[in-house]
């Protein structure tokens, strides 16, 4: 299991992008996930974020995802976590 986590930002067309974030959504990873976050905002008119093969997500990458989703309504989010993943968050109360 991958330690880090993966961003990848594929161009899809001029001012449209895809911004990829799988692996360890962890205190340890929140910045580098913050960051890729803004920079992509800030370059691209049109953004769809994917969340994908996420082996664990804690409090603070989840803080990041809810601000980012209420800051900028226009992104477009793809997220697919793992059942127990969804269990957790289920059972406190969160929806991403």
Known sequence: MSKGVDIICNDQAEGVAQL????????????????????????YKYLSVLLSEVNALDVSVIQIIMAAKSSNP?????????????????RAGLTL
């Open 20 to 43: 990829t974030i799988s692996g360890n959504l962890t205190l340890r990873n929140a910045t580098t996930v913050k960051q890729a976050l803004i920079e992509a905002q800030d370059k």
């Open 74 to 90: 226009a992104i477009q989010w793809n997220i697919t976590l793992s059942d127990d993943i969804q269990t957790l968050l289920v």
